[in-house]
């Protein structure tokens, strides 16, 4: 299962990103930071996996991507990411990006 956030609005900051996606309708706030605390991914709304690591990708339409895999970390007033490797290659490529995947099932 794919969740897709369309990426409306995300802005750099002196060491993160804070934006705004879209999810069917619904406007959520999302911070995008370095791995301060370790890898986390944590949604506005509980999510039922049983995996311990999500793939989360980031994408544009000129084929531009970057993933990867963090724990879930449960429910948040926000979308958080803290992710070195989402991080750093946003920063080289920030205005590239209109879509963020959270990627729950994977054929193994």
């Known amino acids: 299962m794919a ?18 996606v879209d999810f069917y309708g619904q406007e959520y706030t999302i911070n995008i930071q370095n791995e301060r605390r370790g ?13 311990e690591r999500i793939l989360v990708r ?11 895999y963090l724990p879930y970390k449960g429910e948040s007033e926000w979308m958080e990411i803290d992710s070195d490797q989402i991080t750093f ?17 994977i054929d193994s």
Do not use: R, W
């Not at 969740?3 to 705004?20: A, M, P, V």
């Not at 890898?39 to 995996?51: I, M």
């Not at 290659?89 to 099932?105: G, K, S």
């Open 58 to 68: 980031l994408s544009g339409p000129e084929n531009i991507f970057v993933e990867d």
């Open 39 to 51: 890898k986390v991914l944590k949604l506005p709304f509980s999510l039922n996996v049983k995996k």
């Open 89 to 105: 290659f946003l920063a080289d490529h920030q205005d590239q990006y209109d879509m963020l995947e959270v990627i729950t099932e």
């Open 3 to 20: 969740l897709c956030f369309k990426i409306k609005q995300l802005n750099i900051y002196e060491s993160y990103f804070k934006g705004i």
